[in-house]
Every structure is written in C-alpha cells, then in structure tokens.
Nanobody, 123 residues
Framework: QLQAYGGGLVQPGGSLRLSCAAS????????IAWFRQAPGKEREGVAC????????TLVDSVKGRFTVSSDNAKNAVYLQMNNLKPEDTAVYYC??????????????????WGQGTLVTVSS
C-alpha cells in the first residue's frame, strides 16, 4: 500500500516536498516512481528511484529543480520540488514495481498505486 502526501498551494518559485509512504512490501526490492496528472492532460512520469540498486531517473522538464530520494529505514520516498512553476500544477501519485535489475524506467508497468496529492502552483 502506498500513500502520497505533502501537496498544497505554493507560489511560483516556491518549494514543496512530497512523501510516499509504503507498507506491506519489502521496500528494498521495489522501484518507486512519481507520476502527475494535470487537469485535462494525460498522466506523465516525473521521477523514479530503484531502491534495490539506487538508480534514479528524472524527466527533462524537472531536471535541476526536482530531486528524488528514499529512506529505506522509513519505507519512504521523497520528491523534493524546488523552483516550482505553474505548469507543475497537478495531482501527484506514487507507484511501485518489484525490480530485478538496475536502472529505473518510467515506462515500466507500475502496478501498485497510491492516492494522489494535489500540488497547485499559483500566485
């Protein structure tokens, strides 16, 4: 089971940290990804971390602004979002997949999804 939280209203240029808490899984055997869906748009992958190998992936639109990290002791993954832009407004979801290799690919078939948390970037 996954639960994403930490969303809210923030001004452009501001920061937020999203958290994804995982339970019922062997956390170190999973990759956790962040996806987002803006109103009227398709869901897109944002970031991914492979807890087994430590590999991370960020999409180009958030590189230099977002970082993804994990705390295996707490079974939690974080998405630190800095210099937020209005186009980052979306519902953010975390998802998990059991991994058997290195890398972290947002194209993987993430099967376990948590409820989303809304991020609104507006002045």
């Amino acid at each position: 089971q996954l639960q994403a939280y930490g969303g809210g209203l923030v001004q452009p240029g501001g920061s937020l940290r999203l958290s994804c808490a995982a339970s019922g899984i062997t956390f170190n055997d999973y990759a956790i990804a962040w996806f987002r869906q803006a109103p009227g748009k398709e869901r897109e992958g944002v970031a991914c971390i492979n807890n087994k190998e430590g590999d991370t992936t960020l999409v180009d639109s958030v590189k230099g602004r977002f970082t993804v990290s994990s705390d295996n002791a707490k079974n939690a993954v974080y998405l630190q979002m800095n210099n937020l832009k209005p186009e980052d407004t979306a519902v953010y979801y975390c998802a998990a997949i059991l991994v058997h290799s290195g890398g972290c690919f947002l194209s993987w078939g993430f099967a376990s999804w948590g409820q989303g948390t809304l991020v609104t970037v507006s002045s």
